[in-house]
């Protein structure tokens, strides 16, 4: 993948509906807010003009220029750093997103990062994601992302209410104009008031 045209596709997208939803409809503003995998900033930036202060993560060098570019002036915080060995601090955070990112780790380091974020959350904070299931294409052709089903999901975030999923199942292409089947699960969650210890992985 040219990663640099991706940033330059992507930056002209809107904000994520899921996460547009949780700030305009739950009412959701202000606090702190992470975004794993900021990718050209769209979302990062978005957080920030609703009030939060954001971190915005990401592996990729070119990612991170983009976002302290478009996030000029607003209380952004962009670093480079590796999702998967990212701290992720215990009850701190009111928003976490991660959009198309996770999958691209490690089975093990995918799991682990899931249950970084659920504990990363206040207690009613919200997790906004897009994540892939196993009848996405990849799922044959890269044995080194993560793939899952919506029933796994559940049960390893087990301290979630997830108060909206979406499963969509086409082929399409993808933000560089490349066709592939996908197989997405997005959605929006929310950490429980009570802690449930039983979790898979």
């Keep these: 993948m040219n990663w640099r045209k991706f940033l330059e596709v992507t930056k002209q997208r809107k904000p994520t509906s899921f996460l547009v939803e949780v700030v305009e409809k739950a009412k959701v503003k202000n606090g702190l807010a992470l975004d794993l995998g900021c990718g050209a900033g769209v979302d990062a930036k978005y957080l920030a003009e609703n009030g939060f202060l954001v971190t915005a993560i990401d592996s990729d060098k070119n990612s991170i220029s983009f976002v302290k570019s478009v996030c000029k002036g607003?209380?952004?915080?962009?670093?480079?750093?590796?999702?998967?060995?990212?701290?992720?601090?215990?009850?701190?955070?009111?928003?976490?997103?991660?959009?198309?990112?996770?999958?691209?780790?490690?089975?093990?380091?995918?799991?682990?990062?899931?249950?970084?974020?659920?504990?990363?959350?206040?207690?009613?904070?919200?997790?906004?994601?897009?994540?892939?299931?196993?009848?996405?294409?990849?799922?044959?052709?890269?044995?080194?992302?993560?793939?899952?089903?919506?029933?796994?999901?559940?049960?390893?975030?087990?301290?979630?209410d997830f108060f909206k999923i979406a499963e969509e199942k086409q082929k399409k292409p993808s933000a560089t104009g490349k066709m592939k089947f996908w197989h997405l699960i997005q959605g929006i969650a929310r950490r429980k008031k009570r802690r449930n210890n039983k979790h898979i992985g």
């Design 74 to 160: 607003l209380p952004v915080k962009a670093a480079k750093r590796d999702i998967k060995s990212y701290k992720i601090n215990s009850n701190s955070y009111n928003m976490i997103i991660s959009w198309n990112a996770l999958p691209f780790l490690k089975k093990r380091d995918f799991i682990k990062t899931l249950l970084k974020i659920q504990r990363g959350l206040k207690r009613k904070g919200f997790f906004v994601f897009s994540l892939f299931g196993p009848e996405d294409a990849w799922a044959k052709k890269k044995p080194g992302m993560s793939f899952l089903t919506i029933e796994e999901l559940k049960q390893t975030m087990n301290e979630m």
